[in-house]
């Protein structure tokens, strides 16, 4: 199977726009100017429900503030506990927008297919860099992808021997003997299913790994225990903790979690997050979805997406999304 970084780079197909500002040490580009602003249509009313993904729960927020700023009688309510919950929500009706940090299992899928004749519709919404963050203190500079399974990971499938301490990972010092305090998120989370698959290799977690119900507890867990490590998308950084700079294999170039290398695929957790929603395939889709999807699409919207330090959708990718809704 293609790894999800390459898949990643291979959809991004054109030159990236100069670098507007710097997030720690990580570049993100502005937005693609040939991106069309959002145009404001008459006829819109109702309510919408988003139900999914805690990593996209941020970012579903500033999407319905925006929303709402051209719509201010539609309702949006967001629910970010697990991208697991999106597809019940959406089969059920309970929801009609169903962010994921993941793409859809085929057994959710298949799910969905039984109930209503056609295939849930995936739109790409923006692009992350899934971080392994370590507290601002810790000196490491580089993990390969076999230390971190070693690190996260009883099963430990990619060979390399049992970590433990900081000093299993060349620390020295005060690091030498201390364990390494691991905090991740919960089997709900498609953060937690897309390190297990691409990192693990679908090896089982280590039963120390503390799971956390959002990425922002990890983030804090990792803020105030000295010794922590944990992993999240690269939106949540903050200034108590720093993204480590990985290497797919022991030796290996150490990448960034940055814009371009997310583009490029230099960067080996690249990923795309996505909203899905109940398009059936031979009708329009539901106007009110259809307007919230163009704003996501917009200017505005991957705008917003930059403010909450993801990387915006190319303007080729974003075309190709903005058909998808008819």
């Given at each position: 199977m293609k790894s999800t970084h390459a898949w990643v780079a291979a959809a991004v197909t054109i030159t990236l726009t100069a670098v507007g500002r710097?997030?720690?040490?990580?570049?993100?580009?502005?937005?693609?100017p040939s991106i069309p602003p959002y145009s404001q249509v008459s006829g819109v009313s109702g309510s919408l429900s988003s139900v999914g993904s805690d990593t996209l729960n941020n970012l579903m927020t500033f999407w319905a503030e925006k929303f709402g700023k051209f719509y201010p009688n539609v309702k949006v309510q967001v629910e970010g506990k697990g991208s697991s919950t999106?597809?019940?929500?959406?089969?059920?009706?309970t929801a009609q927008l169903g962010p994921m940090s993941r793409a859809m299992k085929n057994t959710e899928v298949d799910e969905f297919e039984r109930k209503y004749g056609y295939q849930p519709t995936q739109v790409k919404a923006a692009v992350d860099a899934l971080a392994v963050f370590v507290n601002k203190d810790n000196p490491i500079k580089c993990l390969s992808l076999e230390e971190v399974d070693a690190m996260f990971s009883k099963s430990r499938r990619r060979g390399h021997p049992e970590v433990e301490t900081w000093g299993d990972l060349g620390l020295a010092g005060?690091?030498?003997?201390?364990?390494?305090s691991l905090y991740g998120r919960n089997s709900a989370s498609?953060?937690?299913?897309?390190?297990k698959e691409h990192t693990l290799q679908n090896?089982?977690?280590?039963?120390s790994v503390k799971e956390q119900p959002g990425s922002a507890s990890v983030v804090q867990g990792v803020t105030v225990d000295r010794y922590g490590a944990g992993y999240s998308g690269v939106g949540y950084v903050t200034p108590g903790v720093r993204a480590v700079q990985l290497a797919t294999k022991k030796g290996?170039?150490?990448e960034e979690a940055s814009a371009a290398n997310a583009y490029s695929g230099k960067y080996p957790l690249a990923r795309f997050l996505y909203i899905y929603v109940n398009k059936p395939s031979s009708e329009a889709i539901d106007p009110l979805v259809g307007e919230f999807l163009k704003l996501v699409l917009s200017k505005e919207?991957?705008?917003a997406v930059v403010k909450d330090g993801y990387y915006p959708l190319p303007a080729s990718i974003?075309?190709?999304e903005r058909k998808k809704l008819g």
């Open positions: 710097t997030w720690g040490d990580a570049s993100v580009p502005e937005v693609d999106a597809p019940p929500a959406l089969i059920s009706g005060d690091w030498k003997d201390r364990p390494i498609g953060t937690y299913g897309f390190f090896g089982d977690y280590k039963d290996g170039e150490c919207g991957q705008e974003d075309q190709e």
